[in-house]
């Protein structure tokens, strides 16, 4: 069968399918087509910006009280598990977790406009640590900019 995905030599019967076309950053650098977890470097990247992000909100007076202090590191795992697999990585933290919904985990805070403005403001310092291609850049953002204002439950 034909598919897009391919690049097909002359069309017709009997054809031999081409090799779907990788697109590398550098001659053995990541893909650079598929999906956004392969374009900026897998697990790493995640797990730099996850430990990058949470450096900043331990420095935060009104979110920080939040989370675990006690349980730092599983914090990191969940949420770069979850956006590894949101963006096209391994299935392992609904595998660990179940299904994410988030809403309903993130009932238990007060998530305010402030406390999301605070939440956005460490993550954006994080994603731009990462340096990444500016179209993968604003897609990431794009997405957490519009999750964190879904998460938002408290209005005053
Ligand atoms: C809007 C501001 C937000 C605040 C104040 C907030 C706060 C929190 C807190 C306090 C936790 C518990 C930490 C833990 O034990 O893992 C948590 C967990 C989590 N958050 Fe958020 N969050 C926000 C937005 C988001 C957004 C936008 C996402 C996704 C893009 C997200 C994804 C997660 C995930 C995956 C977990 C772990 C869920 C689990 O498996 O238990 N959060 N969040």
Do not use: C, K
């Amino acid at each position: 069968m034909t598919d897009d995905t391919t690049a097909a030599g002359a069309a017709g019967p009997g054809r031999v399918p081409a090799q779907p076309i990788t697109l590398r950053v550098g001659e053995h650098g990541v893909s650079a087509t598929g999906s956004l977890y392969d374009r900026i470097g897998g697990a790493p990247t995640f797990d730099r910006l996850v430990r990058r992000f949470y450096e900043g909100v331990q420095q935060d007076d009104v979110i920080w009280p939040m989370y675990p202090a006690d349980d730092l590191e599983g914090a990191v795992w969940r949420l770069s598990a979850f956006l590894q697999q949101y963006w096209g990585g391994p299935g392992t933290y609904s595998e660990e977790r179940g299904h994410p919904r988030l809403r309903m985990r993130h009932q238990p805070f007060r998530i305010t406009s402030e406390a999301r403005e605070r939440w956005l403001h460490h993550m954006h310092e994080a994603v731009e640590s990462l340096g990444l291609a500016p179209l993968d850049e604003a897609e990431l953002w794009a997405y957490l900019d519009r999750a964190a204002h879904a998460m938002t439950n408290t209005f005053d």
